[in-house]
């Protein structure tokens, strides 16, 4: 049953009872206009950015914060894989901080937080904020092996600041899970199983001859719940030159979205990003149409745009932000003019920035029909009805009426499609009214439908607002 305390978007159809001339329509986010926005310039951070392990606003300081990696900077023999922090005062200009854990070869303050030391393989760090661990919210979950060789094994490590960060199990002993590299961390809702790993599952890799695909297992300090349970792959509708070579996912309102990268090996091999979703981490289903959501630029080769070959997201949930306006969701990603069978795969890269309106991944359009959406049956928390909504076109002719309906489809006396007052515009809370002072909130406790009539207009997510 729908919990509408949560906006309700329509990447799946589970609030959708029945659609009357309606498209789902995935909606990309707009990249920013001086991407990138950060680009390497200290010798120990390499020749680009790798792995993006987390972009967030530190509650504590208010401070934009993100947190990547340096692989092998070619000026840095002694490092291997080293974790650095840079902090922005708006989210669009960043600088390196200079702190006193690792300095540099010429004693300088460095930007690096972590240093793993001569490591074997190591995937991307997730970095997590969880402020119900009151002394240490921040958590830093990365795949890892000993120097020299290839068995990965998960660690978790906690911090009280984002900087100093310490391990809850040291390397070796961490928590075999049975995956390889490109390892992504998510917080899951199992509390006895927190964690939820997303990678490649290497024993039914072998037994079917997959060459890349996405797998699941979720794991606590000291053990996984099982074995890696395969969750994405391409299929017969994809085409044959495409592999899935990682996947992440994040809590979204009460569903978890994800979103994989694409490695297309054509004659000049590229990457880009695609949505999926799940209500149970367990289940993840890719959206309906399929179409990039983070697509590479156009432009070519080291002259041409920085994310020209690949965009690869920050392992991490979009900041929301009234930063500029209308709620948006702000959306950090690593790319670069190189992908696997070109160039050097880190070749490059920097940070940029992609902006989409809070909830907008995709939308349920009335164009050129008049068309409706009624919804299962769900109990009304109280509140108003909140809508989240953009007239399309400039005339100003369109909107959207609300009805609601009894379980059994009857419209209930004085909430009608006639008494709805029309909302127009484009606003992320958009409230639905009705005249003579008719009001949905009395309606708490009582299991309802709602039936949106639509002209000209996308409906992008709908909710009470008694949110929790």
Known sequence: MPDVRYAQLFLDDAVIEQTVRLQRVIHQPHKYHTNPVYTVGAPWEGDGVVYLAGVYIDPADQLWKAWYTSLYPSAYPDITYAICMITSQDGIHWERPELNLYRGHNGEKTNIVLDLGPVGGTGAASILYEPENHSHPWTLIISSCLYGTWEYKAYILRSADGIHWQWERQMPNGVVHGMGDRCTAMKGPDPQYPYVLMSRGLADMSRWGLVRAAHRLAINTDQADGEPRRILYPDLEDDPAGQIYHAHGFPYQDIYIGLFQWFWETEDPYGEMELMMSRDTVTWNRIRPRQPFLPRSTGS???????????????????????????????????????????????????????????????????????????????????????????????????????????????????????????????????????????????????????????????????????P
């Open 301 to 467: 080769g080291r002259e041409g745009r920085f994310d020209c070959q690949v965009t690869d997201t920050a392992l991490s949930p979009p900041v929301r932000t009234s930063q500029g306006g209308m709620e948006t969701l702000w959306f950090y990603y690593w790319g670069g003019p190189a992908m696997h069978g070109n160039r050097h795969l880190t070749f490059g890269r920097g940070i940029g920035l992609a902006q989409l309106r809070a909830d907008g991944f995709c939308s349920l359009r009335a164009q050129r029909f008049p068309a409706t959406l009624v919804t299962r049956p769900f109990i009304w928390p109280g509140g108003k009805l909140l809508i989240n909504a953009s007239v399309l076109g400039g005339a100003g002719n369109g909107g959207l009426r609300t009805e609601v309906l009894t379980e059994d489809l009857k419209p209930i006396e004085r909430l009608s499609r006639e008494q709805a007052d029309t909302v127009r515009g484009d606003g992320v809370h958009l409230e639905q009214s009705w005249q003579k002072e008719a009001t949905i909130q009395k309606l708490q406790g009582r299991r309802i439908r709602l039936k949106f009539y639509m002209d000209h207009v996308d409906l992008f997510s709908f909710q009470s607002s008694e949110s």
